[in-house]
């Protein structure tokens, strides 16, 4: 077995990013007792540009319903909105760093979700979205027509049962979910923050739409242990 070792001396400087601190303090921080496992080969940060497989701190996860791993609950968030028309079939975009994600973790065709208001500030809604081909260049998917409208910023998401949030990713310099060969792999979840004074500014795909604000926070507050987010006494 070749060992990854080289030369003796000193070698190129690696740089590490700024850590993620998505607590205000840590003071009445609550983790979920012995973490969790995260199933890598579902696993990817599509807006970490260069470290697609380092999820970063904030990342809302959910569990999976068939492995019962950790998985990330938001793929990415629509660029633009998505407008009714009233035909059968029609385009949707995605974004092309989500669309590729969307290929790669769910493949290329099946099913997504789409999760947002169809107006701002309206009532928030979840609507499984049907696709036939999506183009990865682009970021353009072929859609059934889903009859519904969404803002530009709403969710998209799973539909694996990680879409449901349990809690956020708190690993302040990321967590990488494959090898030195770069192939995926199961990594423990040390730090699953399902309590504590939140920076919501550090969550990632952190919504500006009023009641997208507000179906994350009451997700995480459902499940979690108390949450209390900077940006309420803002």
């Known amino acids: 077995m070749a060992k990854d070792q080289g030369l003796p001396g ?100 099946g099913t997504f979700k789409l999760t947002g208001p169809p107006g701002a500030a309206g009532v928030v809604a979840t609507t499984t979205v049907t696709y036939s081909a999506i183009d990865v260049a682009t970021g353009i998917a072929t859609i059934t027509d889903i009859a519904v409208s969404h803002i530009a910023g709403s969710f998209l998401q799973p539909t694996d049962g990680s879409e449901t949030i349990l809690g956020i990713l708190l690993e302040d310099y990321g967590l990488k ?20 004074v939140i920076d919501a500014s550090q969550i990632l795909n952190y919504p500006s739409d009023t009641s997208l604000i507000t179906h994350v926070k009451d997700a995480l507050r459902a499940v979690g242990a108390g949450f209390v987010f900077d940006d309420d006494f803002s």
């Open 177 to 196: 979910v494959t090898n030195k060969d770069a192939v995926s792999q199961d990594t423990q979840m040390a730090h699953l923050l399902i309590g504590g």
């Open 10 to 109: 000193i070698r190129a400087d690696r740089v590490a990013g700024p850590p993620r601190k998505v607590l205000k303090t840590d003071t009445g921080a609550i983790y979920l007792p012995r973490g969790r496992t995260i199933e890598g080969s579902k696993s990817r940060d599509p807006l970490n540009t260069g470290d697609l497989d380092v999820l970063r701190a904030g990342m809302l996860m959910g569990m999976i319903s068939a492995s019962k791993k950790f998985a990330p609950s938001v793929i990415g968030v629509t660029p633009i909105a998505h407008e009714t028309t009233g035909s059968t079939v029609l385009a949707m975009t995605l974004g092309v760093a989500n669309a590729v994600e969307i290929v790669r973790r769910i493949g290329a065709s």
